[in-house]
């Protein structure tokens, strides 16, 4: 959902479960280490040789278990797939006490946790975007300005967190020199991944490391005064080198993943269970106004715009408005079609909830890579309906098309159906985001340790 929980603030504090995740990811945790030391201690590990490709350093406290003490006042678990990751490859088969044997390596740093805590240090208590501590002379306590100027000092400050992390691990270890970096790679959980996260970094602190991220977006902004969906594509360059200028999402190179939920797999709904009473179903809305809203900086109006469309031409059977995360999934469950806006970035979790629900999600993406898809074939465009945002006014009726073809209809839900279950994130969930994370790793071990070289000299 992203931006989304801007909105739902209220709603998420009083419900939060992020402190419950923790606990059963604690859980989960200690049964598998033990599993884990028992396997190894038994010197079975050689069995699989071939399969583990992984080494996960182990990076000292204060980048991991340090950083999960501290306690931010609104974090959403989407943001924590860095500590999910780095939980599940601890234990996963693929991964490799033997760095000799290793093809990729992965720096665990708790970086989703760390940003939020970092700007959340000076809010005021029930109400983290209430900034009203150490704000600048010139900016008004509680204002954006003063906003703003937090935010930007945890983009500062995570940044220098990845720099620290990285020269440790040059430091210590000798492996990230043979490959200048290629075969290493971070997760970068927060919405413009490494561009908000890395931000002051240079091309040569990086080197060719890649990221796992969520963030696939080929229009390259994290620049506020340049959204990326409505207007056109032109301050921002790839002039490569400059901390500014580097593209936030290498397509080549970079994993791609849904935000972080907890979906159990007895949750998800086929499409053709219950009855889909609701045509179209639009549960999300867009404020304006507060100057702290990113939905609103980031340039996003599309909700605005989508919101009065729907309110002077509402289609036959179609809900709109804003209800908790809860009830959104309920009534996903009810409907034929589900409108997913983009948040601060074009894609939100909402996609990957629709898709859970049965639900047939429309989108509005331009230029923007999705989980999957690109090195595992995942056909997005068989069960969703993309809209060029500049054609949003077409929603009415590119959906009535479909409506009135019940042949279309169901192989769009077939299609639905048969790929849910790419997008559970349950630990063991057949085929599901951590298995498919590793058979995408498992391309990019190839690629980076036998690279094909052209045959054009
Ligand atoms: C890091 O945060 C401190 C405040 O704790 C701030 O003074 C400093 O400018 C920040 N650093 C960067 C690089 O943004
Ligand atoms: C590209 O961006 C850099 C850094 O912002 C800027 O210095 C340069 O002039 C830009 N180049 C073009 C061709 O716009």
């Given at each position: 959902?992203?931006?989304?929980?801007?909105?739902?603030?209220?709603?998420?504090?009083?419900?939060?479960?992020?402190?419950?995740?923790?606990?059963?990811?604690?859980?989960?945790?200690?049964?598998?280490?033990?599993?884990?030391?028992?396997?190894?201690?038994?010197?079975?590990?050689?069995?699989?040789?071939?399969?583990?490709?992984?080494y996960?350093?182990?990076?000292?406290?204060?980048?991991?278990?340090?950083?999960?003490?501290?306690?931010?006042?609104?974090?959403?678990?989407?943001?924590?797939?860095?500590?999910?990751?780095?939980?599940?490859?601890?234990?996963?088969?693929?991964?490799t006490e033997d760095p000799e044997q290793a093809?990729?390596?992965?720096?665990?740093?708790?970086?989703?946790?760390?940003?939020?805590?970092?700007?959340?240090?000076?809010?005021?208590?029930?109400?983290?975007?209430?900034?009203?501590?150490?704000?600048?002379?010139?900016?008004?306590?509680?204002?954006?300005?003063?906003?703003?100027?937090?935010?930007?000092?945890?983009?500062?400050?995570?940044?220098?967190?990845?720099?620290?992390?990285?020269?440790?691990?040059?430091?210590?270890?000798p492996h990230?020199?043979?490959?200048?970096?290629?075969?290493?790679?971070?997760?970068?959980?927060?919405?413009?991944?490494?561009?908000?996260?890395?931000?002051?970094?240079?091309?040569?602190?990086?080197?060719?490391?890649?990221?796992?991220?969520?963030?696939?977006?080929?229009?390259?902004?994290?620049?506020?005064?340049?959204?990326?969906?409505?207007?056109?594509?032109?301050?921002?360059?790839?002039?490569?080198?400059?901390?500014?200028?580097?593209?936030?999402?290498?397509?080549?190179?970079?994993?791609?993943?849904?935000?972080?939920?907890?979906?159990?797999?007895?949750?998800?709904?086929?499409?053709?269970?219950?009855?889909?009473?609701?045509?179209?179903?639009?549960?999300?809305?867009?404020?304006?106004?507060?100057?702290?809203?990113?939905?609103?900086?980031?340039?996003?109006?599309?909700?605005?715009?989508?919101?009065?469309?729907?309110?002077?031409?509402?289609?036959?059977?179609?809900?709109?408005?804003?209800?908790?995360?809860?009830?959104?999934?309920?009534?996903?469950?009810?409907?034929?079609?589900?409108?997913?806006?983009?948040?601060?970035?074009?894609?939100?979790?909402?996609?990957?909830?629709?898709?859970?629900?049965?639900?047939?999600?429309?989108?509005?993406?331009?230029?923007?890579?999705?989980?999957?898809?690109?090195?595992?074939?995942?056909?997005?465009?068989?069960?969703?309906?993309?809209?060029?945002?500049?054609?949003?006014?077409?929603?009415?009726?590119?959906?009535?098309?479909?409506?009135?073809?019940?042949?279309?209809?169901?192989?769009?839900?077939?299609?639905?159906?048969?790929?849910?279950?790419?997008?559970?994130?349950?630990?063991?969930?057949?085929?599901?985001?951590?298995?498919?994370?590793?058979?995408?790793?498992?391309?990019?071990?190839?690629?980076?340790?036998?690279?094909?070289?052209?045959?054009?000299?």
């Amino acid at each position: 959902m992203k931006r989304d929980w801007l909105v739902l603030l209220p709603l998420l504090l009083a419900g939060s479960h992020a402190s419950e995740i923790e606990n059963v990811g604690k859980q989960r945790l200690s049964k598998k280490f033990h599993e884990h030391a028992h396997v190894s201690g038994g010197g079975i590990k050689r069995q699989r040789p071939t399969k583990e490709y992984m080494y996960v350093y182990d990076m000292p406290a204060k980048y991991t278990a340090d950083i999960r003490k501290l306690s931010p006042e609104w974090h959403p678990d989407q943001y924590d797939f860095d500590q999910v990751l780095h939980e599940h490859f601890q234990n996963s088969r693929v991964r490799t006490e033997d760095p000799e044997q290793a093809q990729l390596f992965m720096i665990p740093v708790y970086l989703g946790r760390y940003y939020n805590w970092f700007w959340q240090q000076w809010s005021t208590p029930g109400n983290p975007w209430d900034i009203v501590e150490d704000c600048e002379p010139r900016h008004r306590a509680g204002s954006p300005e003063c906003w703003w100027e937090k935010w930007m000092w945890a983009k500062g400050n995570t940044s220098e967190l990845v720099r620290e992390a990285l020269q440790h691990v040059k430091a210590s270890h000798p492996h990230w020199e043979k490959h200048n970096g290629a075969n290493h790679f971070m997760v970068f959980s927060y919405d413009h991944a490494r561009c908000d996260m890395a931000l002051t970094l240079r091309l040569s602190e990086m080197g060719q490391m890649f990221s796992i991220q969520s963030y696939g977006d080929l229009t390259l902004t994290n620049e506020p005064k340049v959204p990326p969906i409505i207007q056109r594509w032109q301050e921002n360059n790839y002039t490569w080198g400059q901390p500014r200028s580097w593209a936030c999402f290498r397509p080549d190179a970079d994993v791609l993943v849904p935000m972080y939920y907890e979906f159990d797999p007895k949750d998800v709904v086929s499409p053709f269970v219950g009855e889909r009473s609701v045509s179209m179903l639009m549960r999300f809305a867009y404020t304006e106004g507060d100057g702290k809203n990113l939905v609103e900086h980031y340039g996003h109006r599309l909700r605005h715009e989508i919101i009065e469309y729907w309110k002077a031409d509402p289609l036959e059977g179609s809900e709109q408005g804003l209800k908790t995360p809860e009830e959104t999934d309920a009534d996903m469950a009810r409907s034929l079609f589900c409108v997913c806006a983009p948040g601060a970035t074009q894609d939100t979790t909402r996609l990957f909830r629709a898709i859970l629900k049965g639900c047939i999600p429309i989108t509005f993406f331009r230029a923007n890579d999705l989980p999957f898809a690109r090195y595992l074939g995942v056909p997005y465009e068989e069960f969703v309906l993309n809209i060029q945002p500049d054609d949003y006014i077409q929603l009415n009726s590119k959906m009535q098309r479909i409506l009135d073809s019940p042949t279309r209809l169901r192989h769009m839900q077939e299609a639905l159906e048969a790929h849910q279950r790419h997008f559970l994130w349950s630990e063991g969930a057949e085929g599901g985001v951590l298995f498919n994370i590793e058979r995408e790793l498992s391309v990019r071990a190839a690629m980076v340790t036998d690279t094909p070289h052209s045959v054009f000299r």
